[in-house]
Structures are given as structure tokens and as C-alpha cells.
């Protein structure tokens, strides 16, 4: 069972983009939630929150929170409703899941969208859960833990 809920998450990443000014669109938070997801699990064998991804044509996607902010279509999320800072966000994190978050930020958060993507493409979980799929053929197929943690765990240092 994950320790957060996804839009505890979403909102850590989504004021790091407001309080930066780095904006990020709906594509690239589904993909910094996908990598926090990943490696929080391969890392500590845990989920970091419960909802699967499914792998959509432009990678990994959280379905309900492709629901949240799809008014935004391709713009930048902003939201003015974030009281908490991203630090007071932070406080709310156990210490591991924040070391495994800012992790996720130093090497996923400066990259573009378009990058992120380009990467989940590359990488086996996604491609196994598109096996036999056009490049832009729907699919629901969830990316399973199991391949998650064998693709990633091999990027661990012992």
C-alpha cells in the first residue's frame, strides 16, 4: 500500500514548478510522478502511492490525475490554490521519500517534457506494457511493479 496519496505528491512537484517558475505541463508531471513512483518501489520495495500507470502513447500516465489537469491541455499547470509552499510540502515527507523526491528533481525535473518522454520510451517497463502495439495505438495495459523494479534495480549502486 503507498505511504501518500498521488496528489500529495503532485502537489510537491507542482509547487517546486510554481515557486521555480519552472513550469511543468500535465505530460511532464505524469512523467516526474512515474519516476518517483519507480523508484521509490525499487528502491524500498514499497509503493509511494497506490494508483497503477497505464502506458499511454506519450508514456506512463496516471489516469485519475491526467483527469485533474486536463483542462490545461499542453499549457503550464498553475495553481494559485497551493497555500503550502513546496519547503512546507517537504515537511510532510518522511525523510527516505524525500531523499528518493529531491533524487527525482535533480535528475528528471530540469529536463523538458518532450525528453521525459523520449526516456520512458526508451526504458523496458513501458515498452513491455506496449508490446505489440502501434506507436499511436491507445492502450490501457498497466506497467506492472515487478518490471519496474528488475529495469530500475540494475541502476542501483550496491
Same mark, same amino acid.
Given at each position: 500500500?503507498?505511504?501518500?496519496?498521488?496528489?500529495?505528491?503532485?502537489?510537491?512537484? &507542482?509547487? @517546486? $514548478? *510554481?515557486? %521555480?517558475?519552472?513550469?511543468?505541463?500535465? #505530460?511532464?508531471?505524469?512523467?516526474?510522478?512515474?519516476?518517483?513512483?519507480?523508484?521509490?518501489? %525499487?528502491?524500498?520495495? /514499497?509503493?509511494?502511492?497506490?494508483?497503477?500507470?497505464?502506458?499511454?502513447?506519450?508514456?506512463?500516465?496516471? %489516469?485519475?490525475?491526467? /483527469?485533474?489537469?486536463?483542462?490545461?491541455?499542453?499549457?503550464?499547470? @498553475?495553481?494559485?490554490?497551493?497555500?503550502?509552499?513546496? *519547503?512546507?510540502?517537504?515537511?510532510?515527507?518522511?525523510?527516505? %521519500? !524525500?531523499? &528518493? !523526491?529531491?533524487?527525482?528533481?535533480?535528475?528528471?525535473?530540469? #529536463?523538458?517534457?518532450?525528453? #521525459?518522454?523520449?526516456?520512458?520510451? $526508451?526504458?523496458?517497463?513501458?515498452?513491455?506494457?506496449?508490446?505489440?502495439?502501434?506507436?499511436?495505438?491507445?492502450?490501457?495495459?498497466?506497467?506492472? /511493479?515487478?518490471?519496474?523494479?528488475?529495469?530500475? $534495480?540494475?541502476? #542501483?549502486?550496491?
Amino acid at each position: 500500500m503507498g505511504k501518500y496519496s498521488y496528489n500529495q505528491i503532485a502537489d510537491f512537484f &507542482i509547487a @517546486l $514548478s *510554481n515557486d %521555480t517558475q519552472n513550469l511543468i505541463t500535465n #505530460l511532464k508531471l505524469q512523467k516526474l510522478m512515474y519516476y518517483a513512483q519507480a523508484w521509490h518501489l %525499487t528502491i524500498t520495495g /514499497d509503493r509511494l502511492f497506490d494508483e497503477e500507470f497505464q502506458a499511454w502513447v506519450h508514456g506512463p500516465v496516471l %489516469t485519475n490525475l491526467y /483527469d485533474d489537469y486536463k483542462t490545461f491541455k499542453w499549457n503550464p499547470i @498553475l495553481r494559485e490554490d497551493l497555500e503550502e509552499t513546496y *519547503n512546507k510540502l517537504r515537511e510532510n515527507v518522511d525523510e527516505k %521519500t !524525500l531523499s &528518493i !523526491l529531491d533524487e527525482v528533481v535533480d535528475e528528471y525535473f530540469g #529536463l523538458t517534457a518532450y525528453e #521525459l518522454e523520449r526516456l520512458t520510451h $526508451s526504458e523496458d517497463p513501458w515498452l513491455k506494457a506496449r508490446k505489440g502495439k502501434l506507436p499511436d495505438e491507445p492502450s490501457q495495459e498497466i506497467i506492472k /511493479d515487478e518490471w519496474v523494479i528488475e529495469y530500475y $534495480s540494475k541502476y #542501483l549502486e550496491n
